[in-house]
């Protein structure tokens, strides 16, 4: 699969983001390395904390279906530049060993970088 190919995909889970506090839908897919793509939006509830960003929902729903290596993820939102993850969502991208991100947006604009650009000296299993 493309890079172009997973934006689009992420674009399209995008459009059912439960957004209704921020008004900022995010969409993410997750590139398994059976080949399969699970996607996620980001789902909001009033108590902020409680949420799920869209990269997470993604990967959780794959690790839910059995799925534990993955080659890429893509990330979309509205946003000016490429949709960069949050902290969290770094972590478990980081946890799981995704080499290749994809940050895009809404405008065509992307890029790609690699977990050690996002996190580096994230915490691994090599630490306990």
């Not at 934006?7 to 969409?27: C, L, N, Q």
């Not at 929902?57 to 530049?81: C, L, N, Q, W, Y």
């Not at 604009?109 to 691994?124: I, R």
């Amino acid at each position: 699969m493309t890079d172009e190919e997973l934006i689009e995909k992420a674009k399209a889970y995008r459009a059912h983001s439960y957004s209704p506090y921020s008004h900022f839908p995010v969409g993410a897919a997750v590139l398994a390395a059976s080949g399969k793509v699970y996607g996620g939006c980001n789902i909001e509830n009033s108590s902020y904390p409680l949420g799920n960003c869209a990269e997470r929902t993604a990967i959780f729903k794959a690790v839910s279906e059995g799925e534990r290596d993955f080659t890429a993820i893509a990330i979309v939102a509205d946003t000016p530049g490429p949709c960069s993850p949050c902290g969290a969502c770094r972590q478990v991208m980081a946890e799981f060993h995704i080499p290749k991100v994809i940050m895009a947006n809404l405008k065509g604009e992307w890029c790609v970088v690699t977990m050690d650009q996002l996190l580096p000296y994230a915490f691994s299993d090599t630490d306990l």
